[in-house]
């Protein structure tokens, strides 16, 4: 009889680069475009219930942003020149957080 014992969920390799992608878009100008790693982070929590917060709020800044944007009277044609600097900051660091906690526990 063989007995085996259940593996750990390990945070997937997609995840892992999601998560990292996400503040290095946001640096680098392309905030409406994180979107699509900040769903598939959004996704990779679902397996792993610590990363849900996260995932959540990340997901969270980034909807806040992108509502502020398209229902406010601006006229920056994009997210990323819509955001003021402080704002690309903490939407940077949100997403630095995001991916050291998903790092973290890939480990």
């Known amino acids: 009889m063989t007995v085996t014992t259940p593996q750990p969920h390990r945070t997937s390799r997609a995840v892992l680069v999601a998560a990292w992608a996400v503040p290095v878009m946001v640096a680098g100008q392309f905030a409406l475009l994180s979107g699509v790693p900040i769903a598939v982070v959004l996704i990779g929590s679902l397996r792993r219930r610590r990363h849900r917060r996260w995932a ?52």
């Open 56 to 107: 959540a709020a990340l997901a969270t800044v980034y909807a806040t942003a992108l509502v502020l944007w398209l229902a406010g009277p601006s006229t920056a044609p994009s997210l990323s020149k819509f955001l003021s600097p402080v704002a690309t900051a903490l939407f940077t660091a949100a997403g630095v957080v995001v991916a050291v906690a998903v790092s973290r526990r890939a480990r």
